[in-house]
């Protein structure tokens, strides 16, 4: 598996990053892992970085993205935090992936079991921990609007109603990422990661 160069980046599409996502999740769920020489790639990549892809996801250990889309050294930004949640930062490290660095697609990719969600569900709060929930509350409250005890499946729907409300952030609150989606520069897409199976599901 060659290692992400300027030339490749140049030459790939949003729908090429995005056959590339997918197939990179088939192999990991079929445990047949690309070819590549990790201590080439460290080696390629020390002089500049050419990733085609950003990928936000949450902190939860099982769900490592380099590793569930079978991606080497240079081939993605990764950017992760509890629950997936957008903010400005985020925002500005996805700006930098696609507009400096010329990523292809920006995946928010949430999770089944996601124990962030479940705390925004069931209304933990504890010090820095309760902001950043607190972000997650508007995907709680399309769900669940009477407030009562949720079920799991409730707070699995949450869990893909937050990824959604994420990637309308990106677009709403980051004019560069949306003008380069409009101008078919990017894809902006959803996904959902299966912590059972290891599938992604783009959405």
């Known amino acids: 598996m060659r290692t992400q160069t300027k030339e490749i980046q140049e030459h790939l599409t949003p729908a090429d990053a995005h056959r590339i996502l997918v197939e990179g999740n088939y192999r990991f769920v079929q445990n047949v892992k690309a070819q590549r020489n990790l201590k080439e790639q460290v080696l390629a990549t020390s002089t500049g970085q050419f990733p085609f892809a950003v990928v936000l996801s949450c902190i939860d250990s099982r769900v490592p993205a380099e590793l569930v889309f079978d ?7 990764s950017v992760r935090i509890a629950g997936n949640i957008v903010n400005e930062d985020i925002l500005g490290s996805m700006e930098f992936a696609c507009k400096l660095a010329g990523s292809k697609i920006v995946v928010v990719m949430g999770h089944t079991r996601c124990g962030a969600v479940n705390g925004a569900c069931n209304h933990v709060e504890m010090g820095n921990l309760t902001p950043l929930l607190n972000k997650i ?11 009562g005890k949720m079920e799991r499946e409730a707070i699995e729907q949450v869990t893909v109603e937050n990824v959604k409300m994420a990637i309308n952030e990106i677009r709403e609150r980051s004019a560069v990422l949306s003008e380069m989606e409009k101008n078919g520069e990017i894809e902006i897409v959803g996904a959902m990661y299966s912590v059972e199976s290891g599938e992604v599901e783009f959405l």
Not at 71 to 77: E, L
Not at 137 to 147: F, I, Y
């Open 137 to 147: 509350q508007p995907a709680v409250q399309k769900v669940n609007p009477s407030g």
């Open 71 to 77: 991606q080497g050294i240079g081939d993605i930004f």
